[in-house]
Protein backbone atom coordinates (compact mmCIF):
# COMPACT_ATOMS: atom_id res chain seq x y z
CA UNK A 1 0.00 0.00 0.00
CA UNK A 2 0.93 3.18 -0.34
CA UNK A 3 2.00 5.65 3.23
CA UNK A 4 -0.41 8.17 3.99
CA UNK A 5 3.14 10.68 3.47
CA UNK A 6 3.42 9.65 0.14
CA UNK A 7 -0.08 9.89 -0.88
CA UNK A 8 0.01 13.64 0.44
CA UNK A 9 3.38 14.24 -1.21
CA UNK A 10 1.36 13.33 -4.27
CA UNK A 11 -1.69 15.19 -3.83
CA UNK A 12 1.01 18.21 -3.26
CA UNK A 13 2.44 18.11 -7.00
CA UNK A 14 -1.42 17.53 -8.27
CA UNK A 15 -2.34 20.03 -7.23
CA UNK A 16 0.53 22.85 -7.64
CA UNK A 17 1.92 21.57 -10.62
CA UNK A 18 0.28 24.35 -13.52
CA UNK A 19 -0.01 24.36 -16.82
CA UNK A 20 1.80 27.10 -17.62
CA UNK A 21 5.16 24.92 -15.99
CA UNK A 22 4.81 22.05 -17.54
CA UNK A 23 4.51 23.85 -21.27
CA UNK A 24 7.53 25.73 -20.18
CA UNK A 25 9.78 22.94 -19.34
CA UNK A 26 8.08 20.42 -21.93
CA UNK A 27 11.02 20.00 -24.27
CA UNK A 28 14.20 19.78 -22.07
CA UNK A 29 12.88 20.80 -18.68
CA UNK A 30 14.21 24.12 -16.96
CA UNK A 31 17.87 25.77 -17.19
CA UNK A 32 19.56 23.65 -14.87
CA UNK A 33 17.71 19.99 -16.95
CA UNK A 34 19.49 21.51 -19.51
CA UNK A 35 22.63 22.64 -18.88
CA UNK A 36 23.06 19.69 -15.89
CA UNK A 37 21.05 17.23 -15.40
CA UNK A 38 20.23 16.45 -18.99
CA UNK A 39 23.68 15.60 -20.39
CA UNK A 40 25.02 14.07 -17.40
CA UNK A 41 22.15 11.16 -17.48
CA UNK A 42 22.86 10.49 -21.29
CA UNK A 43 26.04 10.13 -20.90
CA UNK A 44 25.65 7.88 -18.07
CA UNK A 45 23.03 5.89 -19.77
CA UNK A 46 25.18 5.84 -23.30
CA UNK A 47 23.93 4.91 -26.88
CA UNK A 48 20.21 3.71 -25.87
CA UNK A 49 18.90 3.01 -29.50
CA UNK A 50 16.81 -0.18 -29.46
CA UNK A 51 17.14 0.19 -25.50
CA UNK A 52 14.55 -0.82 -23.89
CA UNK A 53 14.32 2.11 -20.57
CA UNK A 54 11.56 3.01 -17.87
CA UNK A 55 11.43 6.33 -16.58
CA UNK A 56 10.83 6.44 -13.65
CA UNK A 57 8.42 9.18 -12.06
CA UNK A 58 8.50 11.01 -15.52
CA UNK A 59 6.54 13.88 -14.65
CA UNK A 60 5.39 15.87 -17.72
CA UNK A 61 7.43 13.34 -19.58
CA UNK A 62 10.29 15.51 -20.85
CA UNK A 63 12.78 12.93 -20.04
CA UNK A 64 10.88 10.26 -21.57
CA UNK A 65 10.90 12.52 -24.88
CA UNK A 66 14.63 12.74 -25.01
CA UNK A 67 14.90 9.07 -24.71
CA UNK A 68 13.10 8.30 -27.32
CA UNK A 69 14.36 11.11 -29.51
CA UNK A 70 17.59 9.15 -29.34
CA UNK A 71 16.37 5.81 -30.19
CA UNK A 72 15.09 4.10 -26.94
CA UNK A 73 12.14 1.97 -26.23
CA UNK A 74 10.46 3.98 -23.45
CA UNK A 75 7.56 3.20 -20.16
CA UNK A 76 7.06 6.55 -18.42
CA UNK A 77 5.49 5.69 -15.04
CA UNK A 78 4.29 8.92 -13.35
CA UNK A 79 1.59 9.13 -9.89
CA UNK A 80 0.09 12.38 -10.55
CA UNK A 81 -3.06 12.85 -12.63
CA UNK A 82 -2.02 16.33 -14.06
CA UNK A 83 1.58 15.40 -15.23
CA UNK A 84 0.40 12.25 -16.57
CA UNK A 85 -2.27 13.51 -18.52
CA UNK A 86 -0.16 16.22 -19.68
CA UNK A 87 2.67 13.18 -20.62
CA UNK A 88 0.06 11.14 -22.48
CA UNK A 89 -1.55 14.20 -24.59
CA UNK A 90 2.42 15.13 -25.91
CA UNK A 91 2.38 11.56 -27.04
CA UNK A 92 -0.69 11.99 -29.08
CA UNK A 93 0.64 14.73 -30.86
CA UNK A 94 4.23 13.58 -31.36
CA UNK A 95 3.64 9.87 -31.71
CA UNK A 96 6.91 8.64 -30.49
CA UNK A 97 5.58 5.55 -29.06
CA UNK A 98 6.34 6.02 -25.04
CA UNK A 99 4.19 4.12 -23.11
CA UNK A 100 2.70 6.73 -20.39
CA UNK A 101 1.46 4.63 -16.46
CA UNK A 102 0.09 6.25 -13.56
CA UNK A 103 1.44 4.44 -10.72
CA UNK A 104 2.61 5.19 -7.52
CA UNK A 105 6.66 4.11 -7.92
CA UNK A 106 6.45 2.05 -4.70
CA UNK A 107 3.76 -0.37 -6.01
CA UNK A 108 4.64 -0.63 -10.12
CA UNK A 109 2.06 -2.62 -12.21
CA UNK A 110 3.10 -5.52 -14.03
CA UNK A 111 5.03 -3.13 -17.32
CA UNK A 112 6.24 -6.39 -19.30
CA UNK A 113 9.77 -7.65 -19.59
CA UNK A 114 12.51 -6.00 -17.45
CA UNK A 115 14.05 -3.00 -18.63
CA UNK A 116 17.49 -2.41 -19.87
CA UNK A 117 18.18 0.41 -18.01
CA UNK A 118 15.98 2.59 -15.14
CA UNK A 119 16.43 6.13 -14.84
CA UNK A 120 14.83 8.06 -11.84
CA UNK A 121 15.79 12.12 -12.59
CA UNK A 122 14.91 14.43 -9.42
CA UNK A 123 12.53 12.09 -8.23
CA UNK A 124 13.59 9.96 -4.80
CA UNK A 125 14.41 13.28 -2.58
CA UNK A 126 10.56 14.12 -3.34
CA UNK A 127 9.37 10.99 -2.02
CA UNK A 128 8.45 10.84 2.03
CA UNK A 129 9.12 7.11 1.99
CA UNK A 130 11.73 6.21 -0.36
CA UNK A 131 12.76 2.93 0.14
CA UNK A 132 9.79 1.35 -1.67
CA UNK A 133 10.71 3.11 -4.91
CA UNK A 134 13.97 2.57 -5.36
CA UNK A 135 13.52 -0.99 -4.48
CA UNK A 136 11.09 -1.12 -7.17
CA UNK A 137 13.38 0.54 -9.79
CA UNK A 138 15.81 -2.12 -9.23
CA UNK A 139 13.79 -4.88 -9.33
CA UNK A 140 12.53 -3.80 -12.95
CA UNK A 141 15.72 -3.73 -14.34
CA UNK A 142 17.16 -6.68 -16.46
CA UNK A 143 20.21 -8.42 -14.58
CA UNK A 144 23.56 -6.69 -14.94
CA UNK A 145 21.11 -3.54 -16.64
CA UNK A 146 21.03 0.08 -15.22
CA UNK A 147 19.67 2.03 -12.42
CA UNK A 148 20.66 5.46 -12.70
CA UNK A 149 19.11 8.53 -10.36
CA UNK A 150 19.56 11.80 -9.87
CA UNK A 151 18.92 14.09 -6.83
CA UNK A 152 19.16 17.70 -5.86
CA UNK A 153 22.40 17.02 -3.96
CA UNK A 154 22.01 16.39 -0.55
CA UNK A 155 25.51 18.44 0.89
CA UNK A 156 24.16 21.26 -1.60
CA UNK A 157 20.37 22.11 -1.38
CA UNK A 158 18.73 25.39 -2.09
CA UNK A 159 22.07 26.61 -3.41
CA UNK A 160 20.72 29.29 -5.17
CA UNK A 161 18.62 31.09 -2.70
CA UNK A 162 21.48 30.75 0.22
CA UNK A 163 24.23 31.68 -1.99
CA UNK A 164 21.70 34.71 -3.33
CA UNK A 165 21.16 35.65 0.26
CA UNK A 166 24.63 35.14 2.05
CA UNK A 167 26.88 35.17 -1.48
CA UNK A 168 28.06 32.03 -0.43
CA UNK A 169 26.65 28.52 0.73
CA UNK A 170 25.39 28.11 4.21
CA UNK A 171 24.30 24.26 5.73
CA UNK A 172 23.12 23.56 9.40
CA UNK A 173 22.30 20.20 9.06
CA UNK A 174 23.15 17.49 7.63
CA UNK A 175 22.91 14.45 9.38
CA UNK A 176 20.02 14.83 9.95
CA UNK A 177 16.56 14.19 7.78
CA UNK A 178 13.88 16.63 7.03
CA UNK A 179 11.41 18.11 4.91
CA UNK A 180 12.41 20.91 2.82
CA UNK A 181 8.75 22.52 2.03
CA UNK A 182 9.30 24.30 -2.02
CA UNK A 183 7.21 26.57 -3.32
CA UNK A 184 5.43 23.58 -5.55
CA UNK A 185 5.64 20.72 -2.88
CA UNK A 186 8.39 19.43 -0.37
CA UNK A 187 11.51 17.57 -0.56
CA UNK A 188 13.37 15.47 2.26
CA UNK A 189 16.87 15.81 2.88
CA UNK A 190 18.67 12.71 3.63
CA UNK A 191 22.40 12.41 3.65
CA UNK A 192 24.23 10.84 0.86
CA UNK A 193 24.95 7.76 2.59
CA UNK A 194 21.09 7.18 3.22
CA UNK A 195 20.92 6.55 -0.58
CA UNK A 196 24.37 4.80 -1.37
CA UNK A 197 23.72 2.38 1.72
CA UNK A 198 20.02 1.36 0.66
CA UNK A 199 21.89 1.06 -2.91
CA UNK A 200 24.50 -1.69 -1.47
CA UNK A 201 22.10 -3.14 0.81
CA UNK A 202 19.79 -3.92 -2.70
CA UNK A 203 23.01 -5.85 -4.38
CA UNK A 204 23.37 -3.43 -6.76
CA UNK A 205 27.58 -2.52 -7.73
CA UNK A 206 28.01 1.12 -7.97
CA UNK A 207 29.31 2.27 -11.41
CA UNK A 208 29.65 5.58 -10.99
CA UNK A 209 28.90 8.88 -9.02
CA UNK A 210 28.85 12.37 -10.79
CA UNK A 211 28.86 16.00 -9.27
CA UNK A 212 28.76 18.51 -11.87
CA UNK A 213 29.28 21.70 -11.97
CA UNK A 214 28.06 24.51 -14.22
CA UNK A 215 30.49 25.25 -17.07
CA UNK A 216 31.75 28.64 -16.45
CA UNK A 217 30.70 30.05 -20.27
CA UNK A 218 27.06 29.06 -19.95
CA UNK A 219 27.56 31.19 -16.46
CA UNK A 220 28.58 33.98 -17.78
CA UNK A 221 25.69 33.93 -19.90
CA UNK A 222 23.06 34.84 -17.69
CA UNK A 223 25.26 36.18 -14.83
CA UNK A 224 23.77 39.85 -15.32
CA UNK A 225 20.40 39.05 -14.66
CA UNK A 226 21.37 36.07 -12.32
CA UNK A 227 24.46 36.75 -10.10
CA UNK A 228 23.99 33.68 -7.68
CA UNK A 229 24.49 31.73 -10.47
CA UNK A 230 28.07 31.75 -9.49
CA UNK A 231 27.25 28.99 -6.66
CA UNK A 232 26.00 26.34 -9.72
CA UNK A 233 29.87 26.60 -10.89
CA UNK A 234 31.73 26.45 -7.79
CA UNK A 235 29.47 23.75 -5.94
CA UNK A 236 27.27 20.82 -7.13
CA UNK A 237 23.57 21.16 -6.94
CA UNK A 238 23.07 17.38 -8.52
CA UNK A 239 24.35 14.21 -7.42
CA UNK A 240 24.01 11.58 -10.27
CA UNK A 241 24.76 7.94 -9.52
CA UNK A 242 24.57 4.63 -11.95
CA UNK A 243 24.83 1.55 -10.48
CA UNK A 244 24.49 -2.23 -12.69
CA UNK A 245 21.69 -4.87 -11.17
CA UNK A 246 22.47 -7.42 -9.81
CA UNK A 247 22.52 -11.11 -11.83
Known amino acids: MTSGAN ?15 METTAQEGDFAKRHLVNPTLLRML ?17 VS ?5 HGAQVVGVEPTDVMCAFAREREVELRQGITYVQADLTRLPDLGAPFDAVVCSM ?24 FVF ?14 QKHGEYR ?4 LEEYEIVGAVASDFHRPLSAYLNELASLGCRLREVAEPGLDS ?4 EVRSALPEIDGYVRLPNFLFVS ?3 PA
Open 243 to 245: AEV
Open 217 to 220: AVAA
Open 65 to 69: RILAG
Open 7 to 21: ETAIDQWNTSTTREA
Open 171 to 174: LQRY
Open 46 to 62: GDVRGRRLLDAGCGNGY
Open 123 to 146: VLMAIPDWKPAMRACVEAVRPGGL
Open 150 to 163: ALVHPAFEQLLSTW
